[in-house]
């Protein structure tokens, strides 16, 4: 059975207020938490970016839920060894409630080091190795690693992880699948895609989860609903490769730009009329994803719990 977990946005929120969100989740009846992590927010709008790994020492201190980055990004702004001893970390601090979901990254975050960004198969590259290095670390042994894009010299994880920590790798396409299935414990992806999903199976993900996510806007005025959900989060529906390519909020905020609030309501998720939230979220599982989060955009936080904890959740979980 599909799992529906809570989505909490580093972009649009403040720690306190994720926090906050963290609790309301768990009392709503939420199953699962999982986290953003981003150097910047994707619009000036949005307005927030904390550091996503002392927001999860935050969270292992107020809830008992299950928690996953989607997604981290271990290649450039993190080295893999400091992306694993925060991952490690985690998952002690969690009781092994931590999962790290990984991927390729966006330039957004990872250009601030004035490093050049790589076309998706170098990136891809990059992760694997990345993913070998962190599953090294986290046996506790001292490792030394010499590969293509990343050395690592006498380095130990005196606080390892204390049972396994799974990985989950993030992408939108073929390649991304079957390099999830290739390298990652299970396979996390935004649409709702059977034949995604099937493909990662196919290439050998069979038995490991499939997570998605996704974001509504809940409110009492299914047009002011729209304006915040396009306002906020727009960039969502960018097409092609723009999400991963454009370094800056501002060169987001020109794409979008050509994002109208038709394209927005099309998308579905915003207002109160509970057959809207479920259409958006029960092909998820028709198409056999394990976890599901859901993240509200906009300020309208306790109407959004009530009516998923009351009207959406149920008719989910039966």
Known sequence: MTEFGYFLSCEEFTPAQLLEQARLAEQAGFTRLAV???FHPWSDAQGNSPFVWSLIGALSQITGLPVTTLVSCPTVRLHPAVTAQAAATSSVLTGGRFRLGVGTGEALNEHILGTVWPSFDVRAEM???AVAVMRALFTGE???????HYTVDNARLYTAPEGELPIYVAGSGPKAARLAARIGDGFVTTAADADLVRKF????GEGRPVIGATKVCWGRDREEAVRTRHRLWACEHL???LAQLLPTPRHFEQ???LVTEAMVAEAGGCGDDPAGHLALLRPYRQARFDEVYVGQIGPELPGFFDFYRDQVLPELTC
């Open 36 to 38: 953003s992590d981003h």
């Open 127 to 129: 992760l694997a190795e």
């Open 142 to 148: 001292m490792i030394s690693h010499h590969g293509r």
């Open 201 to 204: 199976r196919v290439a050998g």
């Open 239 to 241: 097409p092609g490769e």
């Open 255 to 257: 794409a979008t730009g």
